[in-house]
């Protein structure tokens, strides 16, 4: 392989260690090699971005290993080195020359001779909003969850509430649920105090569908969710202020995506989130689409076209964080 650079580094990141291997010297002749270990504790980790700049590297790279990688590289972009993140399918070594010394090594001989394609990882502010569009997703599937417990306790109890109300957890729905929790006995006179809207008018039906058999393990195994929704709901409210305030710097991009036809608040800043706000670091539309998983792949053999599925793929300047 021919080498492009004099003095780089690769790194072998584990959940406790970080094995980093320098080479250095002429382009024309076989470079020499210095490998030292370092714990992944801050204090090692600073001392590993000292080194490299005293070894005077102008490039530094290492694999996506799960989310080990992480902490490493919000330490090491701080440096004056060109830091990469490679994709791990792509800088696999031979079969049986697997050591942390020589995956180490590889990844250096490998960027030493340029064959490394950095992946996309977003600027620190980006990171945080992406942390925050996702938890939020998986408050919102939580919250689901414990709604279809509760839809499923009702059930049990035979209590047909949903016949007549489609969203239970609606203002009249949620009205009904807690005088259920409390034990007490609903009738026509509670129901119309109790319900809004255009439910007033299925009152008749409602009252007879929450004739049921719901015991005080019902009620326990229903409080339990309610009190986990809530808590989901609360938190959900207090995530969203926090993405809100994050989307503050991006107004200007937030306007331009929602003038697209589908596209809201909240897709918009789940856009942001994954593709970042600028498009420079995808050279070519058909990389950002390759990125986004919209961009299907090749299944070719014996000139027979295979069904290939979407899925979300690592173009060049593309990685996963």
């Known amino acids: 392989m021919d080498a492009i650079l004099e003095c780089c580094a690769g790194l072998d990141v584990h959940q406790e260690t970080v094995v980093a291997c320098i080479l250095f010297g002429s382009l024309e002749s076989k470079p020499k090699k210095t490998i030292r270990t370092f714990s992944t504790t801050t204090s090692d980790l600073l001392a590993l971005t000292d080194w490299l700049e005293e070894e005077k590297c102008s490039h530094v790279a290492m694999e996506s290993t799960g989310v080990y990688w992480k902490p490493v590289w919000n330490i090491l972009e701080a440096g004056s080195f060109q830091l990469s993140l490679a ?29 490394i394609e950095g992946s996309f990882v977003p600027p620190a502010e980006i990171r945080d909003l992406r942390d925050l569009t996702r938890y939020r997703k998986k408050l919102l599937q939580d919250a689901t969850q414990e709604k279809n417990r509760i839809h499923k306790i009702l059930q049990d109890a035979n209590i047909k509430i949903t016949t007549y109300i489609s969203d239970i957890f609606g203002v ?22 109790m319900v809004k809207g255009k439910v007033k008018s299925k009152i008749p039906g409602l009252a007879d569908a929450l004739n049921h058999r719901l015991r005080s393990h019902h009620r326990d195994m229903i409080r339990y969710s309610w009190s986990h929704l809530k808590f989901l709901e609360q938190s959900l409210i207090n995530v969203e202020q926090k993405i809100s305030e994050s989307m503050a710097p991006y107004q200007q991009e937030v306007e ?26 995808f050279p070519t539309d058909s990389q950002l689409s390759s990125w986004a998983g919209v961009s299907p792949g090749n299944n070719e053999s014996a000139g027979k076209k295979k069904r290939e599925c979407f899925r979300r793929k690592q173009s060049v300047k593309s990685g996963i964080m």
């Open 87 to 115: 994709n791990a399918q792509r800088i696999k070594n031979l079969p049986g020359r697997k050591t942390d010394v020589k995956d180490a090594e590889w990844i250096a001989q490998l960027l030493r001779s340029g064959l």
């Open 256 to 281: 331009l995506l929602t003038s697209i036809p589908g596209i809201n608040q909240t897709s918009s800043a789940i856009m942001i989130a994954e593709l970042g706000a600028d498009m420079s670091v």
């Open 172 to 193: 009249s729905g949620r009205n009904i649920m807690e005088s259920l929790m409390d034990g007490e006995v609903i009738t026509v006179e509670k129901l119309n105090q």
